[in-house]
C-alpha cells in the first residue's frame, strides 16, 4: 500500500480509544472498562463515555460496526431451538430482510445460559425477544452499553433502549369476547410457566375479563413436552370441565385437539379452542383450529428499524411501537349451528 493512503476497511471507525478518553475527559483505561462492561465505574461516567463513543462513532461502542445482534431469551437459563416456532421464525426473517435494506449484517445467536457469548458478541446493539424479568443476557448487554429494543415489553427501560410490542389486553379479551359469543361459558386459559411479557399480560387480562364476567378463571401451565395433550386429560373430562380453551403458543392447538379427540370431546360442539400461532397448518387440521397473529414480520421489521435509529442517533430515542393482532377465526370455535362470519 503506498504511503500517505489509508486503507479503510468498510464499518471501521478511523476514531480512536485516545480521542474517546479525550473527549469524555477520562483515562483509556476508563473508556476501556465502560465499553466492555468491566472496572469499577460510576453510572455518570459510564453514561457520558458511551454517548461520547456514540457520537464519534467510535467502533467498540457498538462492538460490531455494521452487525447487529438478534436474542430470543424466554428460558434465558436453558438452550431450546427458537427458529422452529413459527413466529420466531418469521420475525428473524422479516428483521434479517430490514437490517440488510439498512446497510447491517444481523446475527440470531442460539439460546442459552453462556454469559460469554454476550460478552464478546460483535454487534453494534441487539433485539432482544421475549425478555423475562431479571434476564440474565440483558443484564449484561446493558453492562457493555448496547442499545437495545425489545419485542415484548421489559420491566424497564433504560437509556438507548425501546420497545416493540402488541397489546396483549386487547387481543385476549377479544378472543374471550368470540367464545363467549359462540357460547362458551367456562374458558379455560393455557399460559406459562415462562414470564415473558406476552404470558403475564395475556393472563392478568384473562383474570380480568373472567372477574367482570362472573366465572372462575382456570389457568392450566403449557407443557412443551406434552406433545400429544395428556396433561389436559384430567382437566376436559373432570366435573365443570371448560367448554373453550385459550392456548397462547403455537403447540396448544394440536394438544387440545388430541387430548379432546382422546376423551370423546367433540370440537367445536363440546369445545371450542383457540390459539396463538403463525404456523397455516392450523389451517388444514380436522377442524381448522382459529389463531390469533401477532404479526412477527411486522414486530422484526419495526425493531431492527427503532435499533438502526438507537445505533445511528444516540441522542434520539424512538417512540415504542404497538402493532396490531389478528384473530382468524376457522370451525374450531364457531358452533355449527349458528355459524357466522368473522
Request: net charge positive; hydrophobic share 40%.
Amino acid at each position: 500500500m503506498p504511503r500517505g493512503r489509508e486503507r479503510i476497511l468498510p464499518g471501521v471507525s478511523r476514531v480512536t480509544i485516545g480521542d474517546v478518553a479525550r473527549a469524555a475527559e477520562v483515562s483509556t483505561a476508563t473508556v476501556s472498562n465502560v465499553l466492555n462492561g468491566t472496572g469499577r465505574v460510576s453510572e455518570a461516567t459510564r453514561a457520558r463515555v458511551r454517548a461520547v463513543a456514540g457520537a464519534l462513532g467510535y467502533g467498540p461502542a457498538g462492538g460490531g460496526g455494521r452487525t447487529l445482534g438478534l436474542a430470543v431469551t424466554a428460558h434465558g437459563d436453558s438452550a431450546w431451538d427458537f427458529a422452529s416456532v413459527p413466529y420466531f421464525a418469521q420475525a428473524i426473517g422479516a428483521a434479517t430482510v430490514a437490517a440488510h435494506r439498512r446497510g447491517y449484517a444481523l446475527m440470531a445467536m442460539p439460546a442459552g445460559p453462556d454469559e460469554r457469548a454476550w460478552r464478546t458478541l460483535p454487534a453494534a446493539g441487539v433485539v432482544v425477544l421475549d425478555s423475562p424479568p431479571s434476564d440474565p443476557v440483558v443484564r449484561v448487554l446493558r453492562a457493555r452499553g448496547l442499545p437495545l429494543v425489545f419485542d415484548g415489553r421489559p420491566g424497564e427501560l433504560r437509556a438507548r433502549e425501546t420497545w416493540v410490542d402488541n397489546d396483549h389486553e386487547a387481543m385476549t379479551r377479544r378472543v374471550l369476547e368470540h367464545l363467549a359469543g359462540q357460547g362458551a361459558r367456562r374458558i379455560a386459559l393455557i399460559a406459562g410457566p415462562t414470564q415473558e411479557y406476552y404470558t403475564r399480560a395475556s393472563a392478568t387480562a384473562y383474570r380480568r375479563w373472567c372477574s367482570r364476567a362472573g366465572v372462575r378463571p382456570c389457568v392450566v401451565p403449557f407443557d412443551e413436552d406434552d406433545s400429544t395433550g395428556r396433561g389436559l386429560d384430567a382437566l376436559l373430562t373432570g366435573e365443570g370441565g371448560p367448554d373453550a380453551v385459550f392456548g397462547l403458543y403455537d403447540p396448544c392447538g394440536r394438544q387440545v385437539l388430541a387430548a379432546a379427540a382422546r376423551c370423546g370431546l367433540s370440537v367445536p360442539e363440546d369445545l371450542m379452542v383457540v390459539c396463538g400461532s403463525e404456523d397455516p397448518a392450523y389451517g388444514r387440521t380436522d377442524p381448522p383450529v382459529s389463531t390469533v397473529s401477532l404479526a412477527p414480520e411486522q414486530a422484526g421489521t419495526a425493531a431492527v428499524d427503532a435499533l438502526v435509529s438507537l445505533v445511528e442517533d444516540p441522542p434520539h430515542t424512538p417512540l415504542p411501537v404497538v402493532i396490531g393482532t389478528r384473530l382468524v377465526v376457522r370451525s374450531s370455535s364457531m358452533r355449527r349451528s349458528r355459524r357466522q362470519a368473522s
